[in-house]
């Protein structure tokens, strides 16, 4: 299991951004499987909607990447992964099949497709209380982060 400590170290994503809160299960290059509670807390449901809090999709599919970029960044060593961020590139086939709401358990079961070089083809599913709410397929680049100016 990866705790979130050690998601931050991965990923650059912080609060509010950052949507997934562990990964239970991970094979390197094949399979990976992360975890997000959702609260009433989120800021999102402040407007989405109120009275009628849905997670939105566009935020369900971020989280699928976030938790594909897990996996795809523990394929970079570890002294070079502070150096690297992951650009999604596409996503394709998404479909929304139930909302999502607070108190739910995300559970995100991404897959590999290929992987060659520094790209990545993933396709994975969201699922809550064992029904699929969300899937899609999606390909990440992984490059050197930029640098930043002061």
């Not at 897990?70 to 970079?76: D, E, S, W």
């Amino acid at each position: 299991m990866i705790g979130i400590q050690e998601i931050m170290n991965t990923l650059p994503h912080r609060y509010p951004f950052l949507l997934v809160d562990k990964i239970i299960e991970m094979d390197i290059g094949k399979r990976v499987v992360g975890i997000k509670n959702v609260t009433i807390n989120e800021p999102f449901f402040q407007g989405h909607f109120p009275g009628q809090p849905i997670m939105p999709g566009v935020l369900i599919l971020e989280a699928m990447a976030q938790v594909a970029g897990v996996m795809a960044l523990k394929t970079v060593p570890p002294d070079q992964v502070h150096n690297k961020v992951i650009y999604f590139m596409t996503i394709d086939k998404a479909k929304f099949r139930k909302p999502v709401i607070p108190g739910d358990q995300i559970r995100f079961e991404m897959d590999v497709l290929k992987m060659r070089s520094n790209i990545v083809n993933f396709k994975g599913q969201a699922v809550v209380d064992g029904s699929v709410v969300a899937e899609a397929e999606m390909m990440a680049m992984i490059v050197d982060r930029a640098k930043q100016t002061p």
